[in-house]
């Protein structure tokens, strides 16, 4: 099976999200380049072509609290896998 291209939207459901979020990605930029946004701004993880079994770390800190990031392939793939995904809270607590 081959997907067009896909997008992954997580929403944090606690009371305040992480100020910091991470992963490891495997197969992301076999066909298209994959892209990270949060905010309305849009970060390239990996850009085309990667190969694959490529694995790699990518991770963003925030000065306020992460509520919503996507992760989109733009490129058609048989998969994706996002693991460890890490979240870092701080801050002061109310």
Known sequence: ???????????MTNKRGPYAVGFYITDGA?????????DGQAFTIAPCCQGEANVQFFGVVSAKPIVTFSVTSSGTADGLALDKLTMAYGGRRK
């Open 30 to 38: 076999e066909t298209g380049a994959l892209t990270f946004t949060l």
């Open 1 to 11: 099976m081959t997907l067009d291209s896909y997008r992954l939207d997580l929403t």
